[in-house]
Every structure is written in structure tokens, then in C-alpha cells.
């Protein structure tokens, strides 16, 4: 008697201890708790099989931080950790409670949603904007609002492609890659035609070596303007790819490619060719750009050569040394620069180059590295900028950056200039000089003539936009 009543209970107690350390004892990231990416995958594919056999509805959603490797160096390893650890919160409250959450990489989280009876794609799309506004509202850190955009692809299983869980997670993994190539903060649902459309970014990698040495890939130019006088300062050079076939490419598209294959110094000797020529063609059209920034990666950095390169190029040109503005990402500067790195800076400096320093406080460059390298004028990172007409943190940070650049007596640009807020407000603080699609988009060559006269006649009739004083 005793032993037909134990058995059952035996058999159910085994059965309760073969479930609990599933759902107890996943494996789970250290920092955010959430499952990792092995349990996540088998989530995939009992969820996959789920479907199959119920004729239910599920969908994958993988959610990557825009720009997230930048936040370290932004703002130091503590503060990445906690951004990283309030996204997956705020993921985990977008949700459901059965639905399960993973951390997958450093920056990217997914979602795996546990099997309903309906399930179309105006929900996807709507339980997408819900973790993106989750994610995007400010993150206080010590008294400062940090805010971060988020990219998400999502693929519903009964659209996924194949007949397996991989095939379907994959959907999604195309579907977030399809995103992040339209921009930050942007959503997008899978498609079979996204599948060709990455078959071809494949292609571009063997046709990079042509495109650099046919012209296809040349600078275009972003100008640049005085908050004081409104008139123009420069033009930043910065690279497109005019392909034949797939249109105009920003640098997210191919500069990975090219630094995979190591032709970042002959890209570098292209834009500052292309940049020297923009110079002569607007001074013979008789309009004042004063000068032109061009980006130096750290592989030209390390050229022994470059120094006089830059030189001969110069006199090739006959441009003075000061119409060239050296831009030099910070990070350059606080990952301690070799010898050669040094010495190439200093030695630019001394010829005449202006050099500016890019993204200021991305990097955490020291005083003593920027008056070292004798930097002329540092630029101001979009991340500091970004709603400053609205907020007063943003709006404290740009001006202890503007403080410390007038005691060092150096010029400041603010990057990333959107509004006629920002802009009356950096103008306001005493920036310098901005840039952003605020004031123009970057454009061609042959665009820039009539930019430039477009923008003259507005400044006959517009307000000006003058700093405080007193």
C-alpha cells in the first residue's frame, strides 16, 4: 500500500525536479540578469516547434543601442554598465512576464514571445515602439540625463523564412541589420527582399579596391558657420560612396570594410586630394571657405612620412598650411598615441595645420594631451548637443566644455546641430562655430556653390543670432 502511494509521489517530485532548474537556474548575465544567448536559443526553438504544432503566433525582436561602443569611452565603464543595466529593465518592463528576455551581446537584447492565439504586424510594430520609447526616455546618472536611441528588427515566425528556429532567429538578425542602415532610432520588420539586399553588402567588400581608384568614393562637404556673423568657416569633408547601382552610401555602409582590407590610408589619400581640390575650385569662384577639415585615421597617423606628404601636397596645391584642418578623433589622443602618432601631430601643428580635435568627450583626452599637441579648436560631440535647447544638464555640460575651451583659449564647433533652438543656444553659451543638418546636409562639390550663395542671401534678411553678454 505504502509503496502504490510513494511511487506516484516519487515520480512527481522527479518530474517538479527536472522543470525547476529550467525555469530557476538559466544562466544569466551578470550585470542585467537576463538570460544568456544559449538559453535564449533554446527558448527560439522549443517556441519554433510550440508554433508548428499549435498553430499559435510568436515573433523574435532584437533591439541593439545605437552607438553603444562609443559609450564606454563616453562616459566611462560604470556608467555604460548601469545604461546597459536600466535598457534591460526597461525591455523587461515593455513585456510580458512569460515572455522571455535575453542579453546577447554587449549592446543588444531580444525578445522571444511566448506563444498567443493572435499575433499581426501592427502589434510587432506597436510592441517595438514601446520598448524603443522605453529605452530612449533619459537615464539619470549622478545628476545628468544621458540619452540613448535604440535600433530594432523583429521577425514574426509565421513570415520567418527556412523551416527552423535558426533560419527564423537569423530573419530577425537581418531585419535589425536592415535598421541600423536607415539610421538610429529606426524599426523595421522582416522581408524576403532584405535578404537580397544583404546578399549585396557582401558584394560591396570586392568592389571596394575599384571604387576607391575610379572615383567613386569621394568626399562630400558639410559646411560649417560662425554663431557670431553667420557666415561660412569651412566645409568638413566627409566620405560617399556614389555607387552605380545602389546609390549613394554613407561611410556606416563601407568605412568597416575598408579598415578590414587596410586601405584606410589610400581612402585618407583620396578625400584629402578631392578636399585640396575643393579649396583651389571655390577660391577661383572667388567665395570665401577659409578653410577645410579633413578626417586622419590613426593608420595615416602612424605613416612616418606623413608630415611631409602633407606638405608637398600643400605645395602642389599652393594652398597655405592654415586653410587644412587637421580632425583628429579624441580617442586618438586618450589611448596614449605612440611615438609616431606624436610626433606626426606635433609636426602637423608645426607646419601650420590647424588641428581639431573630434567628438570632444567621447575620449576623455586630458588638458595636458591637448595642449601638448597645441590642438587649435576642439568639436563639440552630437551626444552633448542633442536636445540642449531643452535640457538644462546637456545645457551645464556644454558650458563647462566652453569654460575650459576659453581658458585654454581654444576655438570650439558643435557638432550635430538639428534646431533653431540648439543653434541660438550654442550661440548664446559662446560656441564658436557649428555644423549639422540643422545648417546643411553634407553635398557635393558641385552643390556647394549654390549652397553657399543660398545661404549669403539669407543672411541679408535674417535676424542675427548673437551671444549673451554682460
Not at 511566448?114 to 510592441?127: G, K, R, T, W
Not at 597655405?320 to 606624436?342: A, G, K, Q, W, Y
Not at 583626452?365 to 546637456?394: C, L, Y
Request: hydrophobic share 40%; with cysteine; charged share 25%.
Amino acid at each position: 500500500m505504502f509503496a502504490s502511494l510513494a511511487l506516484p509521489l516519487m515520480f512527481a517530485f522527479a518530474g517538479a525536479l527536472g522543470k525547476w532548474p529550467a525555469e530557476t537556474f538559466r544562466r544569466r548575465d551578470h550585470l542585467t540578469g537576463l538570460v544568456l544567448r544559449d538559453e535564449f536559443v533554446r527558448t527560439v526553438e522549443e517556441t519554433y516547434t510550440d508554433t508548428h504544432s499549435t498553430g499559435l503566433k510568436s515573433a523574435n525582436f532584437l533591439i541593439e543601442i545605437d552607438e553603444f561602443k562609443d559609450l564606454s569611452n563616453r562616459f566611462g565603464q560604470s556608467t555604460y554598465d548601469l545604461v546597459m543595466q536600466r535598457s534591460g529593465e526597461r525591455v523587461l518592463s515593455a513585456v510580458r512576464d512569460q515572455d522571455t528576455i535575453a542579453r546577447l551581446d554587449d549592446g543588444t537584447f531580444a525578445v522571444c514571445l511566448s506563444p498567443v492565439p493572435q499575433l499581426d504586424l501592427e502589434l510587432c510594430i506597436q510592441l517595438a515602439g514601446r520598448i524603443q520609447s522605453a529605452i530612449e526616455d533619459p537615464i539619470s546618472v549622478e545628476g545628468t540625463s544621458i540619452y540613448v536611441s535604440c535600433s530594432i528588427g523583429f521577425c514574426q515566425q509565421s513570415r520567418a523564412p527556412g523551416s527552423n528556429a535558426k533560419e527564423w532567429l537569423d530573419a530577425a538578425k537581418v531585419a535589425l541589420l536592415e535598421a541600423k542602415a536607415c539610421g538610429p532610432s529606426t524599426i523595421r520588420a522582416f522581408s524576403p527582399d532584405m535578404q537580397k539586399r544583404t546578399a549585396l553588402d557582401n558584394d560591396l567588400r570586392s568592389e571596394l579596391i575599384n571604387a576607391l581608384e575610379n572615383g567613386q568614393i569621394q568626399p562630400w562637404y558639410q559646411p560649417q558657420i560662425s554663431t557670431d556673423t553667420g557666415l561660412v568657416t569651412g566645409f568638413e569633408a566627409l566620405a560617399r560612396w556614389t555607387h552605380p547601382v545602389r546609390g549613394v552610401l554613407t561611410p556606416d555602409k563601407f568605412l568597416p570594410m575598408i579598415e578590414d582590407v587596410g586601405l584606410l590610408e589610400r581612402l585618407g589619400q583620396v578625400m584629402l586630394y578631392h578636399a585640396l581640390t575643393a579649396l583651389k575650385a571655390w577660391d577661383g569662384a572667388g567665395v570665401d571657405v577659409p578653410r577645410v577639415g579633413v578626417n586622419f585615421a590613426s593608420d595615416e597617423l602612424r605613416n612616418p612620412e606623413l608630415v611631409e606628404k602633407i606638405r608637398w601636397e600643400l605645395d602642389r596645391f599652393d594652398l597655405t598650411p592654415d586653410r587644412l584642418s587637421v580632425e583628429i578623433l579624441e580617442t586618438v589622443f586618450s589611448n596614449t598615441p605612440d611615438d609616431i602618432i606624436t610626433r606626426n601631430v606635433a609636426g602637423l601643428g608645426a607646419l601650420g595645420c590647424r588641428i581639431d580635435l573630434d567628438d570632444f568627450g567621447t575620449g576623455h583626452a586630458s588638458i595636458a594631451s591637448i595642449r601638448r599637441f597645441a590642438i587649435t579648436r576642439i568639436k563639440i560631440d552630437r551626444s552633448f548637443v542633442m536636445k540642449a535647447d531643452r535640457d538644462p544638464e546637456q545645457q551645464r555640460l556644454i558650458g563647462a566644455i566652453l569654460t575650459m575651451a576659453e581658458r585654454l583659449e581654444l576655438e570650439t564647433l558643435a557638432e550635430g546641430v538639428e534646431t533653431v533652438g540648439e543653434h541660438a543656444l550654442l550661440a548664446q553659451l559662446g560656441c564658436d562655430h557649428v555644423q549639422g543638418f540643422g545648417i546643411g546636409k553634407p553635398m557635393p562639390f558641385d552643390q556647394t556653390l549654390d549652397w553657399i550663395a543660398a545661404h549669403q542671401a539669407k543672411l541679408q534678411d535674417a535676424p542675427r543670432i548673437g551671444r549673451e553678454t554682460g
